[in-house]
């Protein structure tokens, strides 16, 4: 029987930000340690406890905030208004079918929004709201790949991708 070792293990964690992020990569390492330090003894934790270390100027997550309340505001009636958005659907109804719908989509950051039932009509954008559904449920899936009780969904999401790819070559 060999010796077990007696060394205790002793887990490493690497925190970036995903593909989609546009902030400076050494902020994701110090916010991981921050999330750390602030989680209850079941792993929680709050946006505000994270505000509150991070209003420190010493802080190393400080710089990710914006501290001019004016500018805050203004940035946070954003936020809910775009939260509002999302959140909004709309029952559209047609010589006796229904469908519901987000009531408008967005294309990405700083794209603003569009009225899902005109993208719906137009054939260029509704094939980009497609390519842009088929992403988003990759980046679902290469999120979620650790659970394998889900794999039956990440076939089906690779093989809608593969059916997209053929179209377009």
């Not at 916010?31 to 994270?50: F, K, N, P, S």
């Not at 979620?144 to 809608?160: C, D, G, N, P």
């Amino acid at each position: 029987m060999a010796a077990s070792s007696s060394k205790p293990s002793k887990t490493v964690r690497v925190y970036t930000w995903n593909e989609k992020a546009r902030i400076a990569g050494h902020y994701a390492d110090a916010l991981g340690r921050v999330l750390e330090e602030v989680q209850d003894d079941d792993g929680r934790y709050e946006a505000a406890l994270i505000v509150e270390r991070a209003k420190a100027k010493a802080s190393p997550i400080h710089d990710l905030f914006e501290w001019d309340n004016t500018k805050a505001g203004h940035l946070y009636r954003c936020v809910q208004a775009r939260r509002y958005v999302r959140f909004l659907v709309v029952d559209v109804k047609d010589n006796g079918d229904s469908v519901r719908m987000p009531a408008a989509v967005s294309f990405g950051p700083g794209r603003g929004y569009q009225a899902t039932e005109r993208v719906m009509t137009n054939a260029e954008l509704r094939e980009r709201l497609v390519g842009q559904a088929l992403e988003e449920a990759q980046a679902w899936r290469k999120r979620w790949q650790h659970l394998k009780e889900l794999s039956e969904v990440f076939v089906a999401i690779e093989s809608a991708h593969g059916v997209k790819r053929r179209k377009v070559a």
